[in-house]
């Protein structure tokens, strides 16, 4: 199973449209995925999922994290980094089954210049930690909104050429 992560709860955020984006595009390919946006965490997350026995809400995400041997990772930039709910996420979920020895592709997307550089390396030192093996190909889109059309797409050339490459290494991956 694939899945794929939109690495923020904010609503209508960019980085859900891109996440949307690439599991289109996949499909195209013949891979079919599994998408989970964090705005969909159960609202008591904090309280009562982080640590301990988790609620029914959050089995279900624990079962498709525990299913999925590939992630796809779209991951936007936080104050120089990335999103803390997507390290609360890492965290509230079991440990080894979760990520050990699964395979992770990654995505940065920032409204400057960068497009997350540095996020996707800090959340690259967590993937190794985890035994999560990152392919070496990770896309950085920066000026995110000027990358995304009125049918909440990707459509710069450049940008189309580069997630496609991407695409199929990972599915090849």
Known sequence: MVTIIAGTNRTNSNTLKVAK????ELAKKGLQTSLLD??????NFIAEDLYG????AFEKIQELMTNTSKFLF???EYNGSYPGVLK????ACAFPESFYDKKACLVGISSGKYGNIRGIEHFNGVCAYLHL???PLRLHISYIKQEINENDELFKEDTLKFT??????FIAY
């Open 53 to 56: 026995k988790k609620s029914e």
């Open 133 to 135: 093996h990152v392919m």
């Open 74 to 76: 779209v991951i936007p």
């Open 38 to 43: 964090l705005k969909d965490l159960p609202a």
């Open 164 to 169: 496609d490459q991407q695409m199929d290494k």
């Open 21 to 24: 984006y690439y599991q289109k």
């Open 88 to 91: 609360a996420l890492i965290d």
